[in-house]
């Protein structure tokens, strides 16, 4: 069955069970510009699709007794959407292959989308991240507000072990709000081989080549490397990156498919790590608001997939896109420093290089305030949830001494990736 029949299906067993043309389930307050949106989790049931389909719904069900909501704070949100995403899809394959340009029109329109000035409601949406890792009821799951009891989730791409993009839909009671939660990197498991290739594939300078002393394999056949310099050829990266199996390929099919059941809902997507970068890719590919928890600079990946993006802000050079990136300053992940062939992440046969974000970046200071040292293990999206966002008091806010319960989101202005490579075209001189 083609997986958008599997999905209207679920659509339909869910509205068999809620009335979703209901309004006294839904509470929308003023608060401050601010919105409390109300949302639960949706009942359904899951067909297997074939293996070249989105594995969208999983066959797996929750005890029907358990129902809940919990609360996010919305503000109202300026996105550009692209006039036709088959124009966008086509204007990347010809900047891809024919290496020209091709206008994208965009629409400047208005959304809601999550107030993350707000401590609450990043501490809901990065639980919401930690939860594409696992099933519920895991060890690991983790609860979202005193009155949130699973009805039933509403999973993607656990039916398939070898497909690797996984993670959970969460939706409001009358659908006017859609969150889609992407799973980032799994260290051992039946995704880890493909979680790998996508992070060495889209975060790494070139194709994952540390050094001469890198004994893993790399993910392509576009570097020369010499004494005298390090090359990277950009059309044979950029063909890597169409593989399908990539990622974000998959999260295009995905999104289209939630845009087709939820039509009039607001999109957010959230993710932790490498399941941050995905939602950035897809938030700015799309319009939709995205929030990534210590996700690696995704900025040059964008470049390498060749995506339309909106248009420039004027005197800062970047795109406007919805996006708001969280991490905390003892994560060097994000900060694009676990590199080198004696880091954690080389040792491990992962090359994250990249630093440089789409959108805004909001920093905790952990160095700063609680007296971390940058290391590895504050990556994990547990330390980020219980010991920095859920900690009380204000937290220091740039240069001039201010503090606030949320640092201010920044633009990376100045940010470069990869400096000591040259990129061009150089397989062409062989």
């Known amino acids: 069955m083609h997986v958008r029949a599997t999905v209207l299906f679920l659509f339909l067993s869910i509205a068999t069970a809620i009335d979703l043309s209901s309004k006294s389930e839904f509470q929308a307050y003023s608060n401050s510009s601010s919105r409390i949106l109300q949302f639960d989790l949706s009942h359904g049931y899951g067909e297997e699709s074939q293996a070249e389909q989105i594995p969208l719904v999983s066959n797996y069900t929750f005890p029907l007794a358990f129902h809940s909501t919990f609360s996010l704070k919305a503000v109202p949100t300026t996105v550009y959407r692209p006039k036709s995403h088959e124009a966008v899809e086509h204007a990347r394959l010809r900047s891809l292959y024919d290496a020209q340009s091709e206008p994208v029109e965009w629409v400047e329109t208005e959304v809601l989308g999550p107030d993350v000035t707000d401590r609450h409601t990043l501490g ?9 890792y696992q099933l519920p009821w895991r060890d690991s799951w ?6 949130w009891n699973i009805n039933t989730s509403f999973p993607f791409g656990w039916d398939n072990d070898e497909d690797g993009f996984r993670g959970f839909v969460f939706r409001s009671r009358d659908n006017s709000t859609v969150v889609l ?14 979680d790998k290739l996508n992070d060495n594939l889209l975060f790494s300078c070139c194709c994952a080549r540390v050094d001469f002393s890198w004994v893993f394999s ?6 020369s490397w010499s004494a005298l310099h390090r090359r990277c050829d950009d059309p044979c990266l950029s063909a890597a990156l169409i593989k399908d199996s990539l990622f974000y390929s998959t999260g295009v099919r995905l999104v289209n498919d939630l845009r087709l059941l939820f039509p009039h809902a607001d999109i957010w997507l959230v993710g932790h790590s490498l399941g941050g970068s995905l939602a950035s890719l897809l938030g700015s590919t799309f319009g939709l608001p995205a929030v990534a928890f210590e996700a690696p600079g995704e900025r040059m990946a964008a470049q390498r997939l060749h995506l339309p993006l909106p248009p420039f802000q004027h005197g800062v050079g970047l795109p406007r896109v919805p996006i708001t990136h969280v991490y905390n300053n003892a994560d060097p992940i994000p ?8 880091s954690p992440c080389a040792q491990a046969g992962y090359a994250l290089e990249t630093r440089c974000h789409l959108g805004r970046t909001i920093v905790y200071d952990t160095v700063g305030r609680l007296g ?19 900690l009380d008091g204000p937290w220091p806010d740039g240069e001039d001494g201010e503090e606030h319960d949320v640092p201010t989101a920044r633009e990376e202005i100045d940010c470069v990736d990869c400096f000591k490579w040259e990129f061009g075209h150089f397989n062409e001189d062989k």
């Open 124 to 132: 809901q949406l990065a639980r919401m991240a930690a939860n594409a």
């Open 142 to 147: 983790y609860e979202l507000d005193p009155s």
């Open 181 to 194: 939660s992407i799973k980032g990197t799994t260290l051992q498991g039946p995704t880890s081989n493909k």
């Open 218 to 223: 790399t993910v392509c056949d576009c570097y």
């Open 335 to 342: 900060q694009g420093v676990c590199t080198g062939i004696t």
């Open 372 to 390: 971390w040292h940058v290391d590895v293990r504050k990556h994990t999206i547990r330390e980020l949830v219980l010991n920095v966002l859920d």
